[in-house]
Structures are given as C-alpha cells and as structure tokens.
C-alpha cells in the first residue's frame, strides 16, 4: 500500500491510502511531532473490519490527504452489503495536531447503524529509535480515557511529558486503553460527518472538532495560495512537465517551515525532517529563481544560529554554519549529538555563496548588510581552517566521538575512498569543498563591492586567484581525466572517478579544459544511467548501484552538475541531465523524485529502482527542475548597484525534449519584475520578453 506525506512545522505524517497508519505494514510509518512519534497506530474499522481503498489522493496544491473508502460485508451479523457504505477521508495537520474528516454516504435502502471502531496506540519512539538506533532505557508511557477521549502520555528521560490526546465530534458508547467506539445512524442517501482530533498539545478550552477542522482545512488551503502567490509562475506546454513542476514546487513549501527569519525547507521526511544547514542552502539556491523568499529564511535562520564557541562534543567552532538542528528526546539527552550540530565542511562555504547569490537577485543590501558580521566570521572560520592544514586546503575531521566520519554531502562512512577501496584517513580535503571555499570569497568579495568595500574585497578576489591555481595543481588527476575526490590525511589523492567533480564546474574554479574532460566522463556511460549521473563511476572499485553514495543517482547533485555544465557552455549535456531527470519523475508516483534512485543501467520498459530508504518528499530533490531550468536557459543576472538596474542574461538558451514552450511569468529582482517565453524554433530557442519593469535590461547572447 502506498505512502502518502503531509507536513506543517514541526509535525509530519506518514500515512497509508486509507489515510491510516497500521506499523503491522509499515513500521516507519506515524504522525511524528518535534522528532518523536505521536501515533504509530490510526485505524478506523466499520464492523470491526478494515475499509476498503476505493482512492487516495494526496492534494499537492493544498496539502490535504483525501482517501475514498468501502465497507466490506465481512460476514457481520447486522452488516451492510459490501460497497454499500461510501467514505470520504480527509486528513490535514496542522502545526501540532492532525485532523480529520469523516463522510459516510449510506447507499443502503434501508437505514442502518453502523459500529465504528477507532484504534489508537502512540510508542513516542524518537525518530532516531525508528531509524533502528538501539536504547537501553526509555520512559514510562500511561494511557487513559477521560470523559470519551483517549489520552496517551510519555514520561520522556529529559523530564518532557509528551501526549496525544484523541476525541470526536460525536458522543462515544465507550473508550478503553487503546480504542474508541460509537455506533453511526446512517439513513439512505443522506451523509453524515464525524471530526476527528489528535492533538499534541492540548489545552484547557480546545475548539470543538468540527470548528478546529474547518480552521485548519482554511488555513493549510492560504499557505499554499500564498506561496504560489509570491513566487514566479513556470508554465510549459507538456502537461507532464506541469505536473512535475507543480509538484515540485508543493513539496518544498509543504516541507518548509516558519521559523524566525523566515521559511526555512526542512531536508526531507521521514529521516531529516529539520533544518539542515547544506540541505536548506542549496535547495534556496536551486529555488533562487523562482522563489528568492526561501534564500532570506535560510540565511537569516543559519546566521542566528552560527557557532559562537569550540564544543568539540557538537564539532562546534565560532564562525562555522549549521549542519543539522534535532528535536526529540535522544538529542536533548545528547544520546546522539545532533542538538545543534556542526559537522559539516561545506555549509560555511555554501552560506557565503547563497548570501552573494541572493543579493544579486534581490537586491535586499539592507538585510545582507546586516549579515555582515555573521558573513565575515565565516570567512574568518574559513582563514583558520586552512591555515591548521599543511597545505592550506579546507579539511574536515571528526571531533565529536558521535559525529559524522565524513562531512561533506557524501557523508557515509564509506564514501570517501582510494582507487583500490580503501577508506581515506585523517583529515580530508575534499574537491567540492575547495571550489566552494572559491565561490565563497568571490560571493563576500561580490558583497564587500557593493557596500563600497572595495579593497576588502580585491583582496578575496586576489585569494580566490591563487586557491584556483593552487586547487588545479593539487586535485588534477590525468589517470582518470578528472579531478580527485579528495586528499586524504597525507595528502594522496584518492585517484576516484565521482560526481563531486561536476561541483567544481558549478562554482567555476575549474578550468575550461577540465571542465571539458569532467563533461566527457560524467555524460559516459560509465557515469550516466540513462536517467541520471551516478555518484561513482561504475569502474570504480566500490561502485556499487544500490548503495548511498558510490553509484546511486541523487537528483540534486544531479541539479549542480547541469549547472556547472552549462556555465561552461555544455548546454546539450545540462538538457540531457533535464531530460533524464524529467523521464524519471514521469516514471515514479506523483511526479515527486525521491532523495536518490539505486545506479542501475536504464532499461526498455523498466524504470528507475528505488533505494528502499529514500526520503521523498526532499527538498532538494524537488528544487532540482528549478535550478535545471536556470542552467539551460543560460540565465544570469548582473546588477549595477550604483544605477539600481538590472540586467537579465540569457546565453544560448536550450528546452529539454518534449517542450516547445516555456512560460516564467513574474520572475522578481528586487523591485523590477520580468516575463519571458522560450520557444522552440527550427534551428534554436528564441526568447520573447513579454513583459518587464523599466530597471531591467534583457541581453541574449549566443
């Protein structure tokens, strides 16, 4: 049976096509709320018998589950005929509750009375206990009936009560531990609505189901209308591109939250269902296009809580951004260390380049000039961290004794490695790493110009300069004609044919000559499946297409690879990346790319495998198509912050297969605004700007 995933702030569910979670089918499946699961069992029985699924549909557009249900005959003495009771499901969340929407429609000529039997059971596991982590002392839970609802409370370790609470809009004939029960008087033809309400926090005068239903059905309905209210229109003429972008665009503002600085994309549900400093970065970045809200949240979400002093228990150091922020029992007792956590090499470098990115969109000086502080003291962490290593890359190594081995995006244990298997030890230096340390002083020196530091940043500029010189000496392997995936702890490449390479084309710190030869390999056979780039050559030792990250395809590495591609003017392999990607999102339910897809050769008539674990929705999986579509277009923007105007540029502008017609309507810089219609010609794209503000400019360019 099918999942379907609903998510508002802190809560999520993870539901069946009856709108139902039953751990007997899936055991990670439950309403999770702030890194703990609420209910790990919801089932409602007509004559303690399990509905049948006529439909379930998962309203992207407005967040709502909707699941179209049967009775049975079952053989129950008092029964209905099978198909003689029809059930319409509605299930929506709010920030700490879920609610749901019951519609019987009796088709019976006769009328009848209905038992219905509501199960309810909350383990309040913390969500690293439903990943498999093992614990050897939890709390103590307590359930209860209190005048006809159903209470379940956890007495957490760190001293939190923790409670679900379930009650109807209708009375009850009885509640016991685990379940509740009424009889339903259904008349011929007429239909009757039950409420039902699981609430995580309850409070003294909760609204009355129905009300509290109505409220938040209205409410999921507005965030979704004003998300796509704010952002840029991008409409093709293939009805299964729509749908793909439409999707896309709902799964990341339904895994986004409202955090203090703004909306802040949560990674994915179920596994990383909290702010990630490299997830929510570069998932801001892909959606700079069309949604330059998102890069505000992000930035100023990371630089409130950037690392102020040296905990070597959280990998912490002043100046360093976020890697994950956990909820949940088990990081509040520093059972794991993900409380605030900060093992990560790149986030730093990656929060550097979004801040230059967004303010070339959007013009916002005020807001990144307030960042300044927070900007520079990254770079400074940056400054340090080369300066401890030998040979003045920026490295990573492990400090806290539960953190992450690796800490790059590949962050396994087993992806870094030498070209005969060998993990690499000591600390390491990874290629994408340095290209983005490169994007970073370039994107701070791009911010220093603008508020009138000038030397400041020529000085970066001049840094930038000799870490290329420096990167392209050290990294370049003629052996595989591509740069290294790393240095290890003694400085030996490891001599490895991966994506991580097609990153150093994104930030431009490789050279047209190798930007070249990684385009040759990465578009291989060897590299790409068909549907996608693996992230390890299959010639490589631990290629393995089932695994994580030696040879599993992710669609947001994927994303950054066509970018940087086309920055170098391989435009025909960014549409081919577009264009695998796209087949794989016609080729798995709702249009919705999973986190990554097993590496296997595509095949005639077979799709995609999936990776059994995948988290989907991702948000950077979803953010793909948009950053795809800025790299075949050839987009770029350049302002003149002194004259206030714009330039859009649009260089040698390409559509994937499939699409004649492309359609950005409301495409926003700052205060200027631009419509524009890529359609497809005999010989090439042609580009039609149908609409834009006096302060921007339009340059096309071949």
């Known amino acids: 049976m ?38 790990s069992r919801l089932q409602a029985l007509l004559w303690e018998r399990p509905p049948l699924v006529l439909s379930a549909t998962e309203r992207g557009a407005v ?15 008092g029964g209905s005929a099978a198909m003689t009771i029809h059930l319409e499901r509605s299930t929506v969340l709010t920030a700490t509750a879920c609610l749901q929407q019951f519609c019987f429609t009796s088709y019976e000529d006769r009328p009848v009375q209905m038992p219905l039997t509501l199960r309810l059971d909350a383990d309040f596991r913390d969500i690293f206990e439903v990943r498999g ?69 309850p409070v003294s005068m909760p609204l009355g189901a129905e009300e509290h239903y109505t409220a938040a059905m209205a409410a999921t309905v507005q965030r979704f209308r004003d998300a796509r209210r704010s952002a840029a229109s991008v409409v093709s003429d293939n009805p299964a591109f729509n ?3 439409m999707r896309s665009f709902s799964d990341v503002h339904l895994l986004a939250s409202q955090v203090e600085d703004g909306l802040y994309p949560y990674a994915g549900v179920p596994w990383f269902s909290c702010p990630f400093g490299r997830d929510g970065l570069i998932t801001a970045r892909q959606m700079l296009m069309v949604e330059p809200r998102l890069a505000r949240g992000v930035l100023g979400y990371l630089a409130s809580h950037q690392a102020m002093v040296d905990d070597p228990a959280h990998d912490e150091e002043p100046g360093k951004i976020l890697h994950e922020s956990r909820l949940g029992e088990m990081a509040a007792l520093g059972e794991v260390p993900f409380s605030s956590y900060y093992g990560a090499v790149d986030s730093t470098p990656l929060f550097l380049m979004l801040a230059g990115d967004y303010l070339c969109r959007s013009d916002d000086r005020d807001f990144i000039a307030s960042l300044l502080p927070e900007l520079q003291a990254a770079m400074a962490w940056i400054h340090r961290a080369e300066a401890s290593s030998a040979d003045g890359f920026l490295r990573y190594l492990r400090v806290a004794e539960n953190g992450l081995r690796n800490q790059g995006w590949k962050d396994s244990d ?91 084309l994104w930030t431009g710190i490789a050279t047209a000559q190798a930007a070249s030869a990684i385009a040759r390999h990465l578009m291989a056979p060897t590299s790409f499946n068909g549907w996608g780039i693996r992230t390890l050559d299959e010639r490589e030792s631990r290629y393995n297409p089932m695994s994580y990250h030696n ?89 003149d912050h002194g004259s206030g105007r714009v330039q859009v540029r649009l260089r040698n502008p390409g559509l994937p297969k499939g699409l004649n017609l492309l359609d950005i309507h409301g495409l926003r810089l700052g205060e200027e605004e631009i419509n524009l219609q890529f359609h497809r010609s005999e010989h090439d794209v042609g580009v039609l700007v149908r609409g834009r503000t006096l302060g921007v400019d339009v340059l096309i360019m071949k």
């Open 133 to 201: 982590y093992r614990r050897s002392e939890r709390g103590q839970c307590v359930r209860r009936g209190i005048d006809g609802t159903l209470e379940l409370v956890y007495r957490g370790l760190d001293g939190e009560d923790r409670v679900t609470v379930l009650r109807l809009s209708d009375p009850v004939q009885y509640v016991s531990e685990g379940q509740i029960g009424l009889i339903m008087s259904l008349e011929p033809r007429q239909t009757r609505r039950l409420f039902l309400v699981l609430d995580f926090h």
């Open 243 to 245: 749908s793909w972008l």
């Open 414 to 504: 087993d992806s870094i490695h030498h070209a005969d298997g060998r993990l690499a030890e000591g600390s390491i230096a990874l290629c994408e790493v340095q290209a983005y340390a490169y994007g970073a002083r370039r994107s701070l020196a791009s911010i220093l110009h603008h508020l009138g530091r000038n030397g400041e940043a020529e000085s970066l500029l001049d840094e930038a300069a000799a870490l290329q010189k420096r990167f392209h000496k050290a990294f370049w392997t003629p052996a595989i004609d591509s740069y290294a995936l790393a240095l290890d702890g003694e400085g030996r490449a490891c001599q490895v044919r991966t994506s991580n390479a097609g990153h150093c």
């Open 551 to 639: 040879g599993s395809v992710w669609p947001h590495d994927n994303a950054l690879i066509g970018m940087g591609l086309a920055r170098y003017g391989h435009r025909s392999e960014a549409l081919q990346i577009l264009t695998g990607l796209f087949e794989t999102a016609c080729a798995v339910p709702i249009f919705q790319l999973p986190e990554l897809f097993c590496g296997f050769p595509r095949r005639e008539e077979e799709g995609p495998t999936y990776y059994p674990v995948a988290c989907s929705p991702q948000a950077w999986a979803s953010a793909s198509v948009f950053g795809l579509l800025e790299a075949v277009t050839g987009m770029s923007i350049e302002r």
């Open 2 to 39: 099918p999942s379907f995933v609903l998510k508002n702030e802190e809560t999520f569910a993870i539901l069946d096509s009856r709108g139902e979670i039953c751990p007997d089918r899936q055991q990670d499946a439950g309403i999770f709320h702030r890194g703990t699961r609420h209910v």
């Open 63 to 77: 967040g709502v589950l909707v699941s179209h249900l049967s009775n049975d005959d079952g053989g129950a003495v």
